[in-house]
């Protein structure tokens, strides 16, 4: 009941985060939930409503048979590197995990406001960084529940047209978070009771997705993603601080 309690809240402001922004769900709530529980199960929580989402998002479209095979190769190593990185979890200090969020999750935010355009690889290029940027995404992702740094940049220096990006992103998420629950469900990190409260997510979830589409049109979306870039930084802060201070 008390994992229910907590969860309620905080899928009804990431998914508002979403709705609005669209992005975020996995990371402000893996942001939120760390705060107060270890690493290892904020994951687990998460991964029901984020696999719903984001699902969603991947497959309500037209973009993906032309999205997938340029970034298929991306998102197999982000899944392979996730799954690998995830069975590590078990054996690492979940204090240190929550830590190493917190970096990621400061240096996501630094380098979303800061906004670089980075500049487009060559086709060539592309080919063979892709695979080292996906098992780097997946790596992270494995060991932290956030699949941002370096993914997102990627997938926007490789110049993806927006509707592209979103559902190439959301199938991302999808698989690597498919993979994360395979490892951590192997691993032991998922039990009955954390199950059923991150399948009572969902409908939180889709409820602030709601509420955020419906917000949109009334509020300045480039000064909101600031906004949030802002606290997910000082949550990352937090979670370094207390971790490594």
Do not use: H, Y
């Not at 899944?79 to 590590?88: D, L, S, V, Y």
């Not at 992270?140 to 529940?145: E, H, R, W």
């Not at 399948?199 to 589409?213: D, K, N, Q, S, T």
Request: net charge positive.
């Amino acid at each position: 009941m008390a994992d229910v309690l907590l969860i309620i809240p905080v899928f009804l402001i990431a998914g508002l985060v979403k709705g609005v922004a669209g992005f975020g769900l996995p990371t402000v709530s893996i942001a939120l939930l760390a705060l107060v529980r270890p690493l290892p199960e904020a994951m687990a929580l998460m991964l029901v409503p984020s696999l719903a989402t984001n699902a969603w998002q991947a497959f309500a479209g037209g973009q993906l048979r032309a999205v997938a095979p340029r970034i298929g190769v991306f998102l197999a190593c982000a899944a392979i590197a996730t799954f690998a990185a995830a069975g590590q979890i078990a054996r690492t200090d979940a204090l240190l995990l929550s830590g190493a969020l917190g970096v990621v999750l400061v240096g996501s935010s630094a380098l979303a406001l800061a906004a670089p355009r980075l500049p487009a690889p060559s086709p060539a290029a592309e080919r063979w960084l892709g695979p080292p940027m996906g098992a780097l995404s997946g790596a992270i992702a494995g060991l932290t529940g956030s699949f941002l740094v370096p993914a997102a940049p990627w997938l926007q220096a490789i110049r993806l047209p927006r509707e592209q990006f979103v559902q190439g992103f959301g199938l991302g998420v999808v698989l690597v978070n498919g993979a994360l629950a395979t490892a951590l469900a192997g691993g032991g990190l998922v039990p009955v009771g954390i199950g059923l409260a991150s399948l009572a997510g969902v409908l939180p979830a889709f409820a602030g997705m709601e509420a955020g589409r419906r917000l949109q049109s009334r509020l300045d979306e480039a000064a909101f993603r600031n906004v949030v870039q802002v606290a997910l930084g000082l949550l990352g802060a937090w979670l370094a601080l207390r971790a490594f201070a």
